[in-house]
């Protein structure tokens, strides 16, 4: 990776880690299309969403821990790992422009959902619905990165305040990119990545970023939060199906 693209790739981070903090998810959605639009491929991608992902959602489940539904956490965490070891198979024998067409399609019908729930109610999730949120968030995850939208959906549609689904799906979020990344590794996903070096400065910038993000969350009022969590998923969703034309 040369300066240039380093120095890009930091102001990327940074501008979605902003947003990332006030939704709690949105980071890697932002990321992700930009990072392939400036010549990212979709591997690379992945584990700089993953890194990122992991290191600033440790940061925001700390200060949030009192509101973390460990239940909630415990579901979604034990459906995400089948779906990301089915990712990982999925990585190696599809198509990287398929993925990232039927992600994107994915993406944009979580968004439509969401927008939805704002006019739709509240409905809590059964254990199950969970589970399965969980599963599906984990194949994504594996496959293009984008972990967050299937649990937000869920989080919206169970009515929580802003504060609490940031929690919640931070807590969700370190156990998803932390095993994400421990079976890219075991599969050799994670060897001839061309950042590493630039590692570290893109996780300063993250974290930095995210806090900002985060004081800003706390002053948002619900309506709000909800809708910019919607529009968000449906804008990355439709930049991820164009990156894949």
């Known amino acids: 990776m040369t300066v240039t693209m380093a120095a890009v790739v930091c102001v990327v981070v940074g501008a979605t880690s902003v947003l990332g903090g006030v939704t709690g998810f949105g980071a890697a959605l932002l990321a992700t299309p930009l990072l392939l639009v400036i010549g990212m491929d979709v591997t690379d991608t992945v584990v700089v969403n993953l890194m990122i992902g992991l290191a600033t959602r440790c940061g925001t489940a ?35 422009v398929l993925l990232k067409f039927i992600a994107g399609i994915a993406v944009i019908v979580c968004g439509v959902m969401m927008a939805r729930r704002v006019r739709a109610g509240v409905r809590q999730p059964t254990r199950s619905i969970q589970f399965l949120t969980g599963l599906l968030s984990g194949y994504l995850s594996a496959t293009t990165s984008l972990t967050g939208p299937a ?50 400065a893109l996780i300063v910038t993250a974290v930095v970023c995210n806090r900002l993000g985060l004081k800003i969350a706390h002053h948002v009022k619900g309506a709000t939060f909800q809708a910019i969590v919607a529009t968000l998923v449906i804008v990355a969703g439709i930049g991820t199906c164009v990156t894949a034309l």
């Open 62 to 96: 700390a200060q949030l821990f009192a509101a973390i539904d460990r239940r909630c956490v415990a579901l979604l965490s034990a459906g995400c790992l089948p779906g990301i070891l089915v990712g990982a198979i999925t990585l190696d024998i599809t198509p990287q």
């Open 151 to 200: 649990p937000a959906l869920m989080l919206l549609r169970s009515g929580t305040t802003p504060v609490v689904f940031i929690a919640n799906i931070s807590g969700y979020l370190i156990v998803a990119c932390a095993a994400t990344l421990a079976v890219l590794a075991v599969q050799g996903g994670l060897t001839g990545i061309s950042f590493w070096p630039w590692m570290p």
